[in-house]
């Protein structure tokens, strides 16, 4: 049977170029840019993956309680490998050279206080599973709340893959999140950035980056497996007319006029909305022919597409959308579907993939063509070059990187131990 491609990984179990420590969002609960490229170098590395409690401070909502609760059911969860001294708990998952922990963290950050906390937590649970690693080891993060770790915890350089400008989230503390992405980056040895105008945030910082946009399985979103088909039409089963179809976190960076524009201009089809809310636009969710779906695994995500009639990407021109990169635009292209976007900085070099919107009655005129005439041959020959930007080649980046982080070890007396007087000091902690 066909494997998503969270679930694709080359044999092997030996390492053979040291160890890496992660810190990103939580290892399988969804298919970030992070995990993939991780799973791709899994036979390389042996990998200690750290979950942690996001950027998200906790607020009194239905959303809060469930995320607090899963994560005490992980703090809490039994061993299934090997004892540790260490107050993480290990989980070996899906690769012999993988194991994912769940160390105990204080869920806030706006304090001095806070922060040092968090500093202490993590570096008295990590530094002794990380010293029980091969070495030499190099931390990858994409998570500002890193930023204290350096200096701190047992290894010996630390790669910023920088995915997101967290403080321009809607609904995240910006002002936290900011200071700690600038400290961040000025403490990071190498800096990866997903986008162009996340590179203009690491340069007014004084530090440059490498660029390394997102990759896609093409293989994967061209052929939906039959399983994949039949879950979708039970997912989509009572919808009318034709689908016109959003997948991802439903939220405020969506652009309710064109929403509603287009609501308007179809009032015989459906508008399916596919993902986890996050306070999204009311108005949105209260169109007359506007479904909203909970979120799907991503083998059920091809069939989708292929039941679909066009895959909308409908975010507004906001801060946060402008340094984005959304994984899911490669995946609509891939799957040979119509696609309609809003212009964003994202957009600019698929262009010729797909048809782009600067308003909201031209979003709506676009999705209409697209329902009556199908996707143009051009846009679907020029899609032809997604084929060059498979996970594989992405991390083939990745991994040199990390060999130039080993090679700058290697060369220098630098020891890969805790050296704060290394480490440039904000005075924060």
Request: glycine share 6%.
């Amino acid at each position: 049977m066909k494997t998503a491609p969270s679930e694709i990984i080359r044999p092997g179990g030996s390492a053979t170029s040291g160890s890496l420590v992660v810190f990103s969002d939580d290892w399988g609960r969804h298919p970030s840019s992070c995990q993939h490229l991780v799973r791709q170098l899994l036979p390389d590395f042996k990998v200690l993956w750290v979950n942690t409690i996001g950027t998200r401070a906790p607020r009194l909502d239905l959303q809060t309680f469930r995320r607090v609760a899963e994560k005490v059911m992980q703090w809490g969860r039994r061993s299934s490998s090997k004892g540790t001294e260490s107050s993480a708990k290990e989980s070996i998952q899906n690769h012999p050279n993988l194991t994912v922990v769940n160390p105990k963290m204080w869920p806030w950050f706006s304090t001095d206080r806070d922060r040092a906390l968090n500093r202490w937590l993590l570096t008295r649970q990590l530094n002794s599973l990380i010293g029980k690693l091969p070495q030499p080891v190099i931390a990858l993060t994409t998570l500002p709340i890193t930023a204290d770790l350096p200096g701190h915890l047992s290894v010996g350089g630390w790669l910023y893959y920088c995915v997101d400008d967290f403080s321009v989230w809607p609904g995240l503390d910006g002002q936290t999140l900011r200071r700690m992405d600038q400290d961040m980056i000025r403490r990071a040895d190498t800096l990866i950035a997903v986008s162009e105008t996340l590179q203009g945030m690491i340069a007014a910082e004084g530090r440059t980056s490498q660029l390394m946009t997102h990759g896609v399985d093409v293989d994967f979103w061209r052929n939906p497996t039959e399983d994949s088909l039949k879950q979708a039409d039970a997912l989509l089963d009572g919808t009318r007319g034709r689908r016109i179809v959003f997948w991802g976190v439903i939220d405020r960076r969506l652009e309710t006029a064109a929403i509603r524009q287009l609501s308007n201009d179809c009032p015989n089809d459906t508008l399916v909305f596919i993902g986890p809310q996050q306070d999204p636009d009311p108005e949105i969710l209260n169109l007359p022919n506007v479904v909203v779906r909970p979120p799907q695994s991503l083998n059920i995500l091809p069939g989708i597409a292929a039941r679909s009639s066009v895959l909308m990407m409908p975010y507004a021109n906001l801060p946060v959308t402008r340094a984005m990169q959304p994984l899911k635009l490669k995946e609509y292209l891939a799957t040979g579907q119509a696609v309609v976007v809003n212009r964003l900085p994202s957009t600019e070099s698929w262009e010729d993939c797909m048809d782009v919107s600067t308003s909201p009655q031209e979003f709506s005129r676009l999705v209409q063509l697209r329902l009556s005439n199908g996707v143009e041959a051009e846009q679907l020959k020029s899609r032809h070059r997604l084929d060059q930007e498979s996970w594989l080649a992405k991390s083939q980046i990745l991994k040199r990187t990390i060999g130039d982080l080993f090679t700058r070890r290697n060369t220098t007396e630098a020891a890969f131990s805790p050296n704060v007087a290394t480490i440039p000091s904000t005075g924060h902690c």
